[in-house]
């Protein structure tokens, strides 16, 4: 069976320090893939997605994720994280074809002032 | 607003009983999902219709669980006989079509005592 892999549990770090979140899938066919946060309180959110092209994609509030095929990973990344980015975030895969779409059990982030 | 907006937001319940959880889509949006999420295990997908049929059934859990979309807007979602492990947050999604975005409800957060 398809499956997502999200590496850290949990994640705690100070403001400004580099964050760096792992996703891995197992699935060697076309993809779409995504990152949602869920912050505080709040309902999932759209991070950012890649269906084709670039495999570096932008997302909103500054992440970015490197899709890199011949690893099957879709790591996300920022440069310098706020306080405000205490969230819990989900890797999501969905595969080409009639298959639903296959979420990660989430990595919560923390950053400490 | 013009998000997935989904009711009760909270329901407790007795064990036994059944329970209905409802969900309006976006406006136009073809595609809704229903996810269960519990702690520690991030999303579980249940169901995913695609107007008002059902190609993938294959995360219900069990034959208690069953789930209906009437006019391709508002889905209900039917828990019989509810167990103590039926204690989650159920989420709605509804995507423009299949393998776009999902916009994420709030949540139904189901306890079962």
């Known amino acids: 069976a398809q499956s997502v892999s999200q590496h850290n549990h949990h994640v705690i770090l100070s403001e400004a320090a580099s964050l760096e979140l792992g996703c891995n899938y197992s699935y060697g066919g076309t993809v779409n893939l995504f990152w949602y946060v869920q912050y505080p309180g709040q309902h999932l959110q759209l991070l950012l997605k890649?269906?084709?092209?670039?495999?570096l994609v932008k997302g909103i509030k500054g992440f970015e994720a490197e899709f890199i095929k011949s690893k099957f990973s879709f790591n996300l990344r920022k440069p310098s994280v706020q306080w405000s980015d205490t969230a819990e975030y989900f890797c999501?895969?969905?595969?080409?074809?009639?298959?639903?779409?296959?979420f990660g059990k989430g990595t919560r982030l923390s950053v400490i002032a | 607003g013009a998000g997935v907006s989904q009711s009760p937001s909270n329901k407790v319940t007795e064990k036994g009983k059944d329970v209905e959880l409802r969900c309006d889509p976006i406006?136009?949006?073809?595609?809704l999902y229903w996810y269960r999420q519990s702690l520690g295990q991030g999303l579980e997908f249940l169901i995913y219709f695609q107007g008002n049929s059902a190609p993938d059934k294959s995360g219900l859990p069990s034959d208690r669980f069953s789930a209906e979309r009437t006019g391709g807007s508002v889905s209900t979602l039917t828990i019989q006989r509810t167990q103590q492990e039926d204690s989650a947050v159920y989420l709605c999604?509804?995507?423009?079509?299949?393998?776009?975005?999902?916009?994420f409800g709030d949540g139904t957060r189901l306890s079962i005592l």
């Open positions: 890649y269906f084709s092209g670039d495999p």
């Open positions: 999501a895969v969905i595969l080409s074809g009639n298959t639903p779409l296959v």
């Open positions: 999604a509804s995507s423009l079509h299949r393998n776009q975005p999902q916009h």
């Open positions: 406006s136009g949006h073809t595609a």
